[in-house]
T-cell receptor, first 114, second 112 residues
């Protein structure tokens, strides 16, 4: 199994809603990532978890709250988002956390904030 | 300051010909480079990588060339196939940085 599975594929939420994005991998990878991608732009790193511990937070606003319940799961909790947060949210994993690791990406969650 | 640049937003080639996608970087600490391919409605998938100790890496139809002095790398696809039509992202990382920096991507269209 070389897949990273993300749910939901699409999400529309209001600025007062609370929602969660979910990501799952069963490749035994020990590093998991959240990226944000706007149209016609490159993926931008948000968070990195290594061995279920938060290793990188790229100064992401607190309305985004990551969680890594176990080595296979990664969540992104969303609360009080702004319309400019509308984007494609990509989850990725790699065997280990390191600079020379290739990333395995999920298909993403297309988020619209109204 | 964009540290990884793909200056061609799009490229169109005929099936069977060579596709050359270019990438420039500014950070001299980058020592590992990767190419990812992205189809619509899918996440990027890893294609090929190269370490700064090499100047060429080949995998089937795909070859990546690295010119450290020019801070430039290129991806060659020979022969190009219609199924290669996708967005190609160049990414670069520095040892111990723990993250890759992506370029803006180049949309490749291979015409039958």
């Amino acid at each position: 199994d070389t897949e990273v599975t993300q749910t939901p594929k699409h999400l529309v939420m209001g600025m007062t809603n609370k929602k969660s994005l979910k990501c799952e991998q069963h490749m035994g990878h020990r590093a998991m990532y959240w990226y944000k991608q706007k149209a016609k732009k490159p993926p931008e790193l948000m968070f990195v978890y290594s061995y279920e511990k938060l290793s990188i937070n790229e100064s992401v606003p607190s309305r985004f709250s990551p969680e890594c319940p176990n080595s296979s799961l990664l969540n992104l909790h969303l609360h009080a988002l702004q319309p400019e947060d509308s984007a494609l949210y990509l989850c990725a994993s790699s065997q280990e956390w390191g600079s020379n690791e290739k990333l395995f990406f999920g298909s993403g969650t297309q988020l619209s904030v109204l | 300051d964009q540290q990884v640049k793909q200056n061609s937003p799009s490229l169109s080639v005929q099936e069977g010909r060579i596709s050359i996608l270019n990438c420039d970087y500014t950070n001299s600490m980058f020592d590992y480079f990767l190419w990812y391919k992205k189809y619509p409605a899918e996440g990027p998938t890893f294609l090929i990588s190269i370490s700064s100790i090499k100047d060429k890496n080949e995998d089937g139809r795909f070859t990546v060339f690295l010119n450290k002095s020019a801070k430039h790398l290129s991806l060659h696809i020979v022969p190009s196939q219609p199924g290669d039509s996708a967005v190609y992202f160049c990414a670069a990382s520095a040892t111990n940085a723990g993250k890759s920096t992506f370029g803006d991507g180049t949309t490749l269209t291979v015409k039958p």
